[in-house]
């Protein structure tokens, strides 16, 4: 595809289940980031990969929060546990050599 | 730490008219900022950028301006239609890529 898509677009789940969001790249950035928006507030950076690096993890809000890459392939983004102050939209971005970045249409999580 | 700042939340100007939005940051490491417009239900979309060698730049109604002493940048649109309203997000990234966002403001055009 000629841009970042991510799955699910909805996900309603309830308190306590764990949810896994995906995001497929753009192919060759290699830089990809989460980031988490939630009801009128700005975009919260989450995590951080960037090729075969240690991933930059700073902004995972807890440890219920974990994501996954492999290369410069799919990245998925797991919540244990989930609360109701997760729910929000998360947007996946990945970024060319010319530092722009390139945003998926986003996954809302909706926690019951 | 909210090292990007939009503080207005909301910005309202009549068709035709020039819209400025603004931006702080806290982080002089920054070098390098950009400006993204958000749609309902669609994910940021790239509008502007701006290097920190650079004070200007300008693409059609779009100008971005930054003041490094002041590490203050703003988004003026002119002139401003209907169809630009949506959210801004200004947003900036040091050597580290590691890139920040502001809270975002949202613009209203009035036909």
């Known amino acids: 595809g000629a841009g970042v898509s991510q799955s699910p677009s909805n996900k309603v789940t309830e308190k306590g289940k764990d949810v896994e969001l995906r995001c497929d790249p753009i192919?060759?950035?290699?830089?990809l980031y989460w980031y988490r928006q939630r009801l009128g507030q700005g975009l919260e950076f989450l995590i951080y990969f960037q090729g075969n690096s240690a991933p930059d993890k700073s902004g995972l809000p807890s440890d219920r929060f974990s994501a996954e890459r492999t290369g410069e392939s799919v990245s998925t983004l797991t919540i244990q546990r989930t609360q109701q102050e997760d729910s929000a939209v998360y947007l996946c971005?990945?970024?060319?050599?010319?530092?722009?970045?390139?945003f998926g249409p986003g996954t809302r999580l909706t926690v019951l | 730490d909210q090292q990007v700042k939009q503080n207005s939340p909301s910005l309202s100007v009549q068709e035709g008219r020039i819209s400025i939005l603004n931006c702080d940051y806290t982080?002089?490491?920054?070098?390098?900022f950009l400006w993204y417009k958000k749609y309902p239900a669609e994910g940021p979309t790239f509008l502007i950028s701006i290097s920190s060698i650079k004070d200007k730049n300008e693409d059609g109604r779009f100008t971005v301006f930054l003041n490094k002493s002041a590490k203050h940048l703003s988004l003026h649109i002119v002139p401003s239609q209907p169809g630009d309203s949506a959210v801004y997000f200004c947003?900036?990234?040091?050597?580290?890529?590691?890139?920040?966002f502001g809270a975002g403001t949202r613009l209203t055009v009035k036909p």
């Open positions: 982080n002089s490491m920054f070098d390098y």
């Open positions: 971005a990945t970024r060319d050599a010319y530092g722009e970045q390139f």
């Open positions: 947003a900036a990234s040091a050597q580290n890529n590691d890139m920040r």
């Open positions: 192919s060759g950035h290699t830089a």
